[in-house]
């Protein structure tokens, strides 16, 4: 009998199913994750091809995801193909159709509105327990792709002045696939992630905790498909009139944090800003106004 499609999504689905695939089929798995537009897009025959694995090979991953073929998994990636692009569609046709209305107090109305959430959204205990585990790490991992890409620097920016565990993923000639290897149980991972989901932000976040590491997620829903390996959630609403997600509130959290951690890490952390505010200025890094 036919097990029932459970999962949110094509990506959702992969993830809570890809341990139990064998080797042939976690690689159309990983074309799947990867190349969503062209299997929403295209016919069996020219993914098999492109992917250079055998038609059968996504028959069969299909049916061990709960489909009952492969026409149906394509016809569940072209809905979400199709949400997905109405969305962003739809919020780009209304800032156009809105053009006369001031954006600026929209924008900011929204952004304060999402900010305020976290003290609602967010418990206090819940914060000290993730902020625990990152003062009590030997090394701080932080994963952003796509939009996410940049808080992921600017997290580790911050603490870079104080606290020198903290490495971003991927970034700076460190590959995602070696900093992951170097994750043991007293390590933790931070992943920065919103929808769309970043393939590797969500096969990372797995792969982390099989290596037995903590990991504070900092999403926008609960639909994230690898949620269950988390230790810590934070969800941050991403209301918006513009067409994409806001992250007013991840940078909120995201400075919070950086200030909880200064405040634990006391003297020594305020002695080592500055020095490196000396340094700066030994090395010109900043400009002086006239």
């Known amino acids: 009998m036919q097990k029932k499609v459970t999962a949110l999504s094509v990506q959702a689905s992969i993830v809570d199913n890809y341990d139990n695939l064998s080797d042939a089929l976690k690689s159309a798995a990983d074309f799947i994750v990867n190349n969503g537009f062209e299997v ?54 209304q800032i156009h159709d809105d053009a006369d209305i001031p954006f600026l107090p929209r924008q900011v109305n929204a952004c304060v509105a999402n900010i305020q959430s976290l003290l609602t959204d967010i418990k206090e205990e819940q914060l000290e327990a993730a902020v625990d585990s990152l003062v009590a790490a030997n090394n701080v991992t932080i994963i952003g792709s796509l939009a996410s890409a940049g808080f992921a620097d600017y997290f580790a920016y911050l603490t870079s002045w104080f606290d020198g565990r903290w490495s971003v993923a991927g970034r700076n000639g460190v590959t995602l696939a070696s900093s992951l290897a170097r994750l043991a149980k007293n390590d933790v991972l931070i992943v920065i992630s919103k929808a769309p989901y970043a393939k590797r932000a969500v096969l990372a976040t797995a792969m982390a905790a099989e290596q037995g590491a903590t990991i504070i997620l900092i999403t926008d829903s609960h639909t994230f498909p690898s949620i269950k390996h988390a230790t810590h959630v934070f969800i ?19 400075e919070t944090m950086t200030g909880m951690l200064l405040a634990r890490a006391g003297t020594p952390a305020v002695d080592n800003i500055h020095k490196v505010v000396e340094n700066n200025q030994q090395l010109d890094e900043i400009s002086h106004a006239l």
């Open 40 to 93: 929403a897009t295209r016919s069996l025959r020219s993914i098999a091809a492109e992917s250079e694995l055998s038609p059968s090979s996504f028959s069969r991953l299909a049916r061990a995801l709960g489909y009952t073929g492969y026409e149906q998994l394509r016809d569940h990636a072209r809905e979400e193909l199709a949400s997905s692009s109405k969305h962003l569609t739809a919020k780009a046709q």
């Open 236 to 254: 941050q609403k991403i209301e918006s009139p513009q067409f994409f997600s806001s992250y007013a509130a991840t940078l909120v959290l995201i």
